[in-house]
């Protein structure tokens, strides 16, 4: 029996950490992947539109005139598309003996005018599914006639690359089908490796990097999605609600860097504009902590004035400050308006862009 070995699921690692769904060029990226980490003859990715045909292929080793005649008259005829049959299968990977007989595929337009003008043959096929199980898209692999079609170990890679890509998939509609501004997914691409998290308008996960995990973990010592969510609830939601506030720090094991965007989208389906949000997570480098104790300290600012400062900027009240430092809500004010004093400045947003200037 043919089952994944270590060579297999190195290859599948290596293959999931290439994808990127925040690129336009999803479709087209991840089929380059996968003929560049398996041993496949071509690979097609096609978006399911509302009528349960494909449309919106991206194809790799397919000839121009086949993807023509494809996109003119044969995505109708294509056996695979969920419009054309009317099976429950249960199976993840499906292939042309699922549908039909070798005999009927070599007589369909589908194989004669545009599988067989690329070598193809044999064409096996993962259906990728939403969020409520509907059917969004899928990818499709191919062998020429001489490879005997696809063995039990390729059928189970298969499974593993849908697996992969379907959430990922997912991740790529709601950015493109929604109408992102395309100039911020590219800011938001290229802000990497800066952690970040990717919001709904109820602040509930939809994506986090790699970055964004590791800060996290050293920030809380934990790695688990309820922890962030957690600390998005308990400690950053409460400052940029109350506050207003969309840059500032939280204060644990170590510094840590806030920063919130407001992301505007378009749902076309019921015309009205939703509103997401980008977390960006940074250290606050020791080089700028130095500055700033200089800066303080060159304008006669105390250590408790610098901790109440810190504070200040953090987007802390009075009352929290005298919680946290167990001092009175008035021996805070009168340090707070040492501190106004001595920095030259009358409010909290000024105190935060001399933070930032430095």
Known sequence: MDILDKEDYKKLLEFSK???????????NTLKLILQYFDFSGAA?????????????????????SMVIYNNYCYEQDFFAPANYNKNLEKTVLMV??????????????????LSRN???????????????EYIGAVAVYHKRDSFGFTEKERLILKEIGIIIEKQFQ??????????????????????????????????????????????????????????????????LPIHIQCGMTQYHLQGKMDLEISIEHLITKD??????????????????????????????SKGITKRECQIADFLRMGYTNAKIAENLGISENTVKRH?????????????????LLYEQI
């Open 18 to 28: 290439g994808l990127n769904p925040i690129d336009i060029n999803f479709q087209e």
């Open 45 to 65: 990715f096609p978006i399911i539109d509302d009528n349960g045909y494909y449309h919106r292929l991206a194809y790799a080793n397919f000839n121009q005139l």
């Open 97 to 114: 003996d699922d549908f039909m007989t070798f005999d009927e595929y070599e007589s369909s337009a589908l194989y004669n005018d545009v």
């Open 119 to 133: 070598n193809f043959y044999y064409e096996a096929l993962v259906l990728l599914r939403g969020e409520h199980n």
């Open 171 to 236: 991740f790529y509609l709601h950015l493109h089908e929604k109408n992102l501004n395309s100039t911020t997914i590219h800011n938001l691409l290229f802000r990497l490796p800066i952690g970040m998290i990717l919001c709904n308008s109820n602040f509930q996960i939809l994506q986090i990097n790699q970055e964004a995990m590791r800060i996290l973990e050293l920030f809380t010592g934990k790695n688990s999605i309820n922890s962030i969510e957690k600390l998005i609830k308990d400690q950053i």
């Open 268 to 297: 076309s389906e019921k015309n009205q504009y939703l509103t997401n949000y980008a977390i960006f997570f940074q250290y606050i480098r020791e080089k700028k902590d130095i500055k700033w104790i200089n800066l303080m300290e």
């Open 336 to 352: 707070k308006e040492k501190i106004y004093k001595k920095l030259e400045i009358n409010r909290v947003n000024q105190l935060n």
